[in-house]
């Protein structure tokens, strides 16, 4: 079936250095895609959104690239501080579908003192 | 602006008993409601979603159920928890169209 899944299960990055978070999906028919931060014992956080009709979108310190040729999502956090360390979803949906979200299995990123 | 309520926070609660977890939305009206549920480690699993009062769509067969009863009240149910039940149950509302989700805290679950 369709899914959404990403490379890496784990991420480690310096404090200050950027980090890039990576997402494949699989359904050509999503036209739509959301990033979100989940802390420990909290719901996901809405990050940024991208839609199809764009390859870039830039937020404050986040910048979510889509490439719709090899279906695939990434998230980059500039200048990563300690507060970012959380687990990082990707979602997509499509039209037609009341917006039910895909989910991906989520990325651990740690930002190393 | 918009805001999300879910509760409890935490529940436990023995095999067999009924289960009453309830969210509600304010500053929005007619909004997309969804009941997701997430085992430790995992992404969100879709459980219900509602685009209006008494519409509810299951994705997953289980024993759980979902009813909205007002526009902005989305209610989670059981009759008779399973183990399995045990997990991290979130709420989460919409605008509808190409608008993102927003979640609640969560109510994390447990069943002995």
């Known amino acids: 079936g369709e899914s959404v899944g990403l490379h890496l299960p784990t991420l480690s990055v310096q404090e200050g250095d950027n980090s890039i978070i990576n997402c494949a999906y699989s359904?050509?028919?999503?036209?739509?895609f959301i990033w979100y931060k989940q802390e420990s014992g909290k719901g996901p956080q809405f990050i940024i959104d991208?839609?199809?009709?764009?390859d870039k979108r830039q937020g404050q310190r986040v910048t979510v690239l889509l490439n719709k040729t090899v279906k695939h999502l990434s998230l980059q956090i500039a200048a990563t501080q300690p507060g970012d360390s959380a687990v990082y979803f990707c979602?997509?949906?499509?039209?037609?579908?009341?917006?039910?979200?895909?989910f991906g299995s989520g990325t651990q990123l740690t930002v190393l003192p | 602006s918009q805001t999300i309520h879910q509760w409890p926070a935490t529940l436990v609660q023995p095999v067999g008993s009924p289960l009453s977890l309830e969210c509600t939305v304010e500053?929005?009206?007619?909004?997309?409601l969804y009941w997701y549920r997430q085992a430790a480690g995992r992404g969100l699993q879709l459980l219900f979603y509602?685009?209006?009062?008494?519409?509810i769509s299951s994705e997953v067969p289980q024993n759980l159920s979902a009813s909205r009863p007002q526009d902005r009240q989305f209610i989670l149910s059981s009759k008779k928890l399973l183990l399995s039940d045990s997990g991290f149950y979130l709420c989460?509302?919409?605008?509808?169209?190409?608008?993102?989700?927003?979640f609640g805290d969560g109510t994390r679950l447990s069943i002995l």
């Open positions: 359904n050509s028919a999503s036209d739509y």
């Open positions: 989460a509302w919409s605008a509808g169209g190409s608008q993102p989700q927003h």
């Open positions: 509602s685009v209006g009062i008494g519409q």
């Open positions: 500053g929005t009206s007619n909004p997309n």
């Open positions: 991208i839609r199809s009709n764009m």
């Open positions: 979602a997509e949906t499509y039209s037609g579908s009341a917006r039910q979200l895909t």
